[in-house]
């Protein structure tokens, strides 16, 4: 079945930064849009960023200008680095994964944690 690995949260100061990773596997991953969300203690899950296999990329406005999203379709990876990190931007960051022409990401990873202190 298809996984998703997500790695490189941690703990950082605010204005530090962070790069996560996203390893897929059993996904047509060339065939796939990419995206990071996020889960804050007591709120719903948002959109972060996302990259199709073309590299059209959406961010969310809170995000732009801070995080850069990318992939490497020969190691089955999207990244995302985040600079300037402020306590807000605390929660558990997920990978997620849809086909080109779906609207829902069907496949999500377990997630990791960015927490980030003032």
């Known amino acids: 079945q298809v996984q998703l690995v997500e790695s490189g949260g941690g703990l950082v100061q605010a204005g530090g930064s962070l790069r996560l990773s996203c390893a897929a596997s059993?996904?047509?991953?060339?065939?796939?849009?990419m995206g990071w969300f996020r889960q804050a203690p007591g709120k719903e899950r948002e959109f972060v960023a996302s990259?199709?296999?073309?590299?059209?990329?959406d961010y969310a406005e809170s995000v732009k200008g801070r995080f850069t999203i990318s992939r490497d379709n020969a190691k089955d990876s999207v990244y995302l680095e985040m600079n300037n990190l402020s306590p807000g931007d605390t929660a558990v960051y997920y990978c997620?994964?849809?086909?080109?022409?779906?609207?829902?990401?069907?496949?999500w990873g377990q997630g990791t944690q960015v927490t980030v202190s003032s």
């Open positions: 990259i199709s296999w073309y590299l059209k990329i």
């Open positions: 997620a994964a849809r086909g080109s022409g779906r609207s829902r990401y069907k496949y």
């Open positions: 059993r996904l047509p991953f060339t065939d796939s849009v």
